[in-house]
């Protein structure tokens, strides 16, 4: 089984930028398709962004679409997650998650990060 973990959490003002990585070690992240996850505190994880093996195929939130871009890294080993313009709604812990197939469902995903704490400041 992959292991999975996240880095490039923090705390920014509203509007500004941050970029998480997701690095594997065990096995390339090359055979597996890639999600990011997220929840803030007292409400439910919910789907961020995810991205197919090949990295041709992508799926965002609408909550995050035309903000954040979910992409591969050319090591094979890394997936990325750059997020713009941030919300204070976009504070969370995210998490990184490996699966089969690209989805929004979290069932997908059967390896997990740890998380990396993002916060947003109004």
């Known amino acids: 089984q992959v292991q999975l973990a996240e880095s490039g959490g923090g705390t920014v003002q509203a509007g500004g930028s941050l970029r998480l990585s997701c690095a594997a070690s065990?096995?390339?992240?090359?055979?597996?398709?890639m999600g990011w996850f997220r929840q803030a505190p007292g409400k439910e994880r919910e789907f961020v962004a995810s991205?197919?093996?090949?990295?041709?195929?992508?799926y965002y939130a609408d909550s995050v679409k035309g903000r954040f871009t979910i992409s591969r890294g050319t090591a094979k080993n890394t997936v990325y997650l750059q997020m713009n313009s941030l919300k204070p709604e976009d504070t969370a812990l995210y998490y990184c998650?490996?699966?089969?197939?690209?989805?929004?469902?979290?069932?997908?995903?059967?390896?997990w990060g740890q998380g990396t704490q993002v916060t947003v400041s109004s």
């Open positions: 991205i197919s093996r090949t990295g041709t195929t992508t």
């Open positions: 998650a490996a699966g089969l197939m690209a989805s929004a469902e979290s069932s997908a995903f059967r390896s």
């Open positions: 065990g096995r390339t992240l090359s055979s597996s398709a």
